[in-house]
């Protein structure tokens, strides 16, 4: 084999390894040292946006304080090296990692040549928003992914590109936005504001009604009161755990056929309308938490069920699941019950009803005001091997030994359930 047939081997097999690099690699898991349970959980889509590949000399280019790893030569890793200001970029970098820094402001020096810049993660800096320089980011038309979480923005940051798909927002200070904020983001798919000073009065402006596209917006830990308004019909996860919300309006999910998943632990719930959620693609819905005295109706596809935590006395099943079709059955596997008030197990007349369910957690139940009670079988299990059910053991076990400091951490966002 010829000298020339060699080079162009060696050059087709480096270009394929350019174009096959995992875009969205990122190093955070790797060095992140919080307990697995401690991290953030994000729904991952797919983006179809693709900007061009940039010729880039070899050696790549990087600046002297990261890392540039010859397996990904369009990356660039300046994580966890307590920098201060964000370095010069090469023009070919299309993944930046400056997040877990001491990092200020962003100026728009550095990305002066920046034009294939696909994904920025700037989270767990010390970022405000008047130190962002207006208009840095909407300038990289080809930016699908934006990661600004656990910083010190009081705003909004806009303006941003139209091209971004994901926005990463949580753990600031943002109490307001303004009414042009989220307008030019057509494409945006996940919106992270969880863990914000967030009020009703910010959403009587609809901000989130023409994001067509939305498919993922995670509200918790703020201080809403009510429902989001006129949410796009292309919701599919929503979560809203940790507020003050105490009711839901009976035809609020009319317009949101497309949940899955609903999460709104630790609010004020009392009372829920009967067909409140007779959504035909919800799997996943967690009320724990909250102050509700009995159950309500389920639809077919719900498979986990969240109530504990609340004021309720007895399951009625009968509310749960009104009528039975053998042709179209219920498709609950798992409802949790511990921490309210049961002092008898749910009528067997449920298992007719969802003849899927694997197990009912009791766990404790609050029956009197000082005491906590333990009903005679505190965990029902069917249909499991003896594989399964001594790994249920052991997660329960594990669950018993939590604090509640965990549990929230581990509220603040969707479980990778559904990834």
Known sequence: MGIRSQLSIIHLLWTAMVFCQYEDYDFEDEYDGEPDHQRPYYFNFNSNTQAEVPRFPFPVECA????CPPAFPLSMYCDHRKLKTIPNIPSHVQQLYLQNNDIEAVPAGP???????????????????????HGVFAKLSNLVQLHLQHNELEEFPF?????????????NKISQLPGNALEGLPNITMLDL???????????????????????LNLCNNKLQTMPPDLPSSLMYLSLENNSISYIPENYFNRLPKIIALRMSHNNLQNIPRNTFNLPN????????????????????????????????????????????????????Y???????????????????FP????????????????????????????????????????????????????????????????
């Open 64 to 67: 002297r304080e990261c890392f």
């Open 111 to 133: 990305f002066t040549n920046v034009t294939f810049l696909r994904e920025i993660n700037l989270s767990h800096n010390k970022i405000k928003f008047h130190m962002i320089d």
């Open 159 to 171: 303006p941003l590109p139209s091209s971004l798909e994901r926005l990463l927002l949580g753990f």
């Open 194 to 216: 969880c863990n914000n000073f967030l009020d009703d009065s910010v959403l009587k402006g609809k901000p989130f009604s023409n994001m067509k596209n939305l498919m993922q």
């Open 282 to 333: 919800l799997l996943e819905l967690n009320l724990g938490h909250n102050k509700l005295k009995q159950v309500f109706y389920i639809p077919r596809s719900l498979q986990h069920l969240y109530i504990e935590g609340n004021d309720i006395e007895i399951i009625n099943v009968t509310l749960m699941c009104p009528s039975i079709d053998p042709m179209n059955t219920n498709q609950l596997t």
């Open 335 to 353: 409802i949790r019950v511990d921490q309210n008030k049961l002092t008898i197990p749910i009528s067997t007349y449920a298992f007719f009803c």
């Open 356 to 419: 899927h369910i694997r197990t009912i957690y009791y766990g404790e139940q609050n029956v009197n005001v000082n005491k906590s009670t333990q009903l005679r079988t505190p965990v029902f299990r069917r249909f499991l091997t003896p594989e399964e059910y001594n790994e249920a053991e052991d997660d329960h076990e594990t669950h018993d030994h939590e604090t509640e400091e965990d549990h929230e951490a581990e509220d603040n966002y969707f479980h990778p359930y559904f990834q």
